[in-house]
């Protein structure tokens, strides 16, 4: 198991390897086949690691990944430049803290900045974790810009140390679509749809379709629409999702006309699993009810089970069926999904 970054590989070590890795004569760097480094463990370090975290890196049950140290490696050189770890499993409250350190030699081109981002969104995929935590000391800068850099905020300080909080709400912004989004939108829209939906019909008409709905200058007039509500989600400043709706916009036998339809809400498969599809789903929940939406409904391939389960468990209904048409020669057979406002 490892993690990657654009410039990274973030690699946790097995107890033989924890154990090549006190040993600091670069038996770990050939085990792994990297190249040598500058890679210098101090003594108090070979203490801790052979005493307290190899015994709990072999204890079975426990969550080997969170009692470990990862090595980061610089994937273009094949040389590790820093070390990050957990220190323990989450807490009873979800809570789980981290430490790191670049080695000299490789600091200052901003590398823990980018390991912290990607041990962090690995953390808020496990369903265990709300809260990563972190301490600094307080003259210690550059550490604390990693952080920043991160979205952790400031929890509480002492005259010894700083206390940092991040929580998966920090790292989340959603923000409405304007003309100026459509060739992103346009890159999301149809980067979305192939993924969840690439399989559902013959790669011809998958391709068109897409090029029809999901081309940029198709997605501006939408959204040079007043009705037509699109918005973007970011994760750790980088665009995971859309979602569109329509106030008011109710299916023939609808129980009320003030109804929303929602559209679309996909998000891009690199932030599956991240509670993201919720935050968008909640976000616009939130939006319909503030402008005196009775409910939403909409359509969902039936065999996008993933999709299905998510808006049963949200509260929809199926209240029908519908053939969404992908090309002249194929239908997808979709629910559609009703949910009443409380």
């Known amino acids: ?33 990297l190249l040598p480094g500058s890679r210098q463990v101090p003594e108090r370090l070979k203490k801790k690691i052979a005493e307290t975290i190899i015994p709990a890196v072999t204890k079975a049950g426990e969550p080997f990944l969170f009692h470990t140290f990862w090595i980061v490696i610089d994937t273009a050189s094949k040389t590790i430049v820093a070390d990050i770890c957990f220190k323990g499993p989450p807490d009873s409250n979800g809570e789980v803290e981290i430490g790191y350190g670049t080695y000299p030699a490789y600091q200052g081109r901003e590398l823990m900045t980018e390991a912290v981002g990607g041990l962090v969104r690995w953390a808020f995929t496990q369903k265990n974790i709300r809260a990563v935590l972190a301490a600094t000391d307080p003259g210690n800068t550059a550490s604390q810009k990693v952080l920043q850099r991160n979205h952790f905020r400031i929890s509480h300080q002492t005259s010894d140390d700083m206390y940092w909080r991040l929580e998966r ?6 923000r409405q679509a304007t003309e100026e989004d459509a060739h992103l939108l346009s890159a999301i829209a149809a980067a979305s749809f192939i993924e969840s939906h690439g399989h559902s ?26 009705h037509n ?27 009320d006309q003030n109804i929303s339809k929602l559209e679309r809400l996909y998000l891009l498969k690199a932030f599956y699993n ?16 503030e402008n005196k939406q009775a409910g939403a409904w909409l359509y969902v391939w039936k065999d996008n089970q993933r999709a299905v389960q998510f808006y049963q468990q949200a509260g929809f209904v199926i209240t ?23």
């Not at 709400?169 to 959603?174: E, Q, T, Y």
């Not at 019909?201 to 081309?215: F, G, H, L």
């Not at 919720?278 to 939006?287: D, G, T, Y």
């Open 1 to 33: 198991m490892h993690l990657a970054t654009t410039r990274l590989t973030l690699q946790p070590l097995t107890a033989t390897q924890l154990a090549f890795y006190i040993q600091d004569n670069q038996q770990l760097e050939q085990q792994l086949q």
């Open 229 to 255: 509500i699109y918005h973007l989600l970011y994760f750790q400043d980088q665009p995971a999702g859309y979602s569109k709706i329509i106030f008011n916009a109710p299916y023939p036998g609808s129980p």
């Open 169 to 174: 709400k920090d790292l989340i912004s959603i």
């Open 201 to 226: 019909a013959p790669a011809a008409d998958i391709e068109a379709y897409v090029a029809e709905k999901y081309n940029p200058a198709v997605l501006q007039q939408e959204l040079q629409d007043p």
């Open 320 to 342: 029908g069926s519908h053939d969404f048409k992908i090309s002249e020669t194929h239908s997808n057979p979709n629910h559609r999904m009703l949910l009443r406002f409380r």
């Open 274 to 289: 991240l509670q993201l599809g919720a935050a968008l789903f909640e976000f616009n929940v939130n939006l319909m009810k």
